[in-house]
């Protein structure tokens, strides 16, 4: 029996320029299905809203989601979030981007566990912040706005100035039941070599199934 959906909305970035990539990360394919579709099923299945965040509209009527466009151009994710929180159904928002080829259902589902009340839930892994990978919520949008008005573009800042809440994931989260988030999960492409490291992961996968 399919599990049901979280009363949030599940928003997917897209539209970034992809400079080294070479081409747009959205549309690389994995087998049969874009990444961007892939990720688009992911957020169905977990999310009451699917929404998606783009600077434009025609590349992405094709799968069917709304699409909130940028209120204020050129002011690159944070801009986008900006758009998505004054757009959400939902209270909490789920924000991730469009080149994670392994988002996991199962890892959002427990990164929403552990929300509480806070205004943003960011996991850390592989040594970074992964903000576009991340729980926010709609009574940041003023604090949000203000830093797109005022060109203090980086969503980490913004952590520093809501309640927000930083979740460790390394092999030790592993062993905690209530976190099914790996780091494998927030993994994203962003080079041809990426790309092919991921290719080689996957079918490594497949050889030893």
């Known amino acids: 029996m399919p599990k049901s959906k979280l009363p949030i909305t599940g928003a997917l ?31 169905n299945n977990v999310c009451q809203e699917v929404v998606i965040s783009s600077r434009q509209a025609e590349s992405y009527e094709m799968f069917g989601y709304p699409i909130i466009l940028d209120r204020i151009k050129a002011k690159g994710p944070l801009g986008g979030l900006y758009s998505i929180l004054s757009e959400a159904k939902h209270n909490y928002v789920f924000v ?5 080829p392994l988002l996991s259902e199962e890892g959002i ?9 806070f205004d943003a839930l960011v996991p850390r ?20 706005e203000d830093s797109v008005l005022k060109e203090k573009l980086r969503i980490t800042e913004i952590l520093n100035e809501c309640r927000s809440k930083i ?5 030790n989260s592993e062993l905690n039941p209530n976190i099914h988030l790996k ?4 993994m994203n492409v962003n ?12 079918n490594n996968n497949k050889d030893e199934m």
């Not at 991730?96 to 994670?100: E, H, K, L």
């Not at 979740?167 to 092999?171: E, R």
């Not at 780091?183 to 927030?186: A, P």
């Open 167 to 171: 979740i460790q994931i390394d092999k």
């Open 109 to 117: 589902r427990s990164l929403y566990g552990q929300v509480e009340n």
């Open 13 to 43: 970035l897209v539209g970034g320029e992809s400079r080294r990539m070479g081409e747009n990360k959205a549309f690389l394919k994995i087998g049969e299905k874009m990444l961007c579709e892939r990720s688009l099923e992911v957020l």
């Open 125 to 144: 892994a592989l040594g970074r912040l992964h903000p576009l990978h991340a729980f926010y919520h709609k009574r940041i949008l003023s604090l949000v």
């Open 183 to 186: 780091e494998e999960n927030l």
């Open 191 to 202: 080079t041809p070599g990426d790309w092919e490291s991921l290719m080689l992961k996957l």
């Open 96 to 100: 991730v981007a469009c080149d994670m």
